[in-house]
């Protein structure tokens, strides 16, 4: 499309919205949205699959070689690095890296680029089911998002922290796909709310 603006999303699961219709992905809401502020996107080109870690995303850009520039680049992995029980410390510097990427792919203008919380999944029914301590699920999905907004802080990356709204209502039925693990339509309407003004400014739309 002539003209339009360009935006990149990056993640897992989260961000290609496993068991819900492609039109109620968060990253596409968002972009429905900016078109509704008389903005033209197009896509956005999502590269993301259920169940990748850091790594995995990683090779994932490498398969789809996105051609930048993009105007807008959007993060959300490290669920699947928590899920194998990798720690933090390993966590940080895999995030770090592909944050680089991601401001690469903005031509490296980190106003352009902007890293999403990785959402507490402890908190939904596959959660109290399998077996694992939700507690300390939750503390490390904590340390793992604080790492991760350092990092962002300290490139000048804008963080959307969707965790408390995960954390508050990823449980509720109506929050909830079919296979009572995977954010809804609605839960991801609810992070797309929080995107929308982060995605506004970095369009020079505030």
Do not use: K
Request: hydrophobic share 45%; proline share 6%; glycine share 10%.
């Amino acid at each position: 499309m002539s003209g339009a603006r360009r935006y990149l999303a990056l993640g897992d699961s989260y961000t290609i919205g496993e068991g819900i219709p492609a039109e109620d992905r968060w990253p596409v809401q968002l972009a429905d949205a900016l078109r509704d502020t008389g903005l033209v996107i197009d896509g956005p080109e999502i590269v993301a699959t259920t169940g990748w870690t850091t790594d995995e995303l990683d090779l994932g850009i490498d398969a789809a070689a996105p051609a930048g520039p993009f105007d807008l680049v959007s993060l959300l992995i490290g669920v699947n690095d928590q899920y194998r029980g990798r720690d933090v410390a390993q966590y940080g510097p895999a995030f770090s890296a592909l944050l680089e990427r991601a401001i690469g792919f903005a031509d490296g203008d980190v106003s352009r680029v902007f890293a999403v919380a990785i959402p507490d999944w402890g908190v939904t029914p596959f959660g109290a089911h399998s077996g694992r301590d939700r507690d300390a699920i939750a503390r490390e999905l904590d340390a793992y998002n604080a790492s991760a907004a350092a990092i962002c802080a300290a490139r000048g990356v804008a963080f959307v922290d969707i965790a408390p709204v995960s954390r508050a209502r990823g449980g509720e039925p109506e929050m909830l796909a079919d296979d009572g693990l995977h954010p809804s339509a609605a839960l991801h309407s609810e992070w797309m709310r929080l995107a929308l003004p982060v995605a506004r400014r970095v369009l020079s739309w505030a």
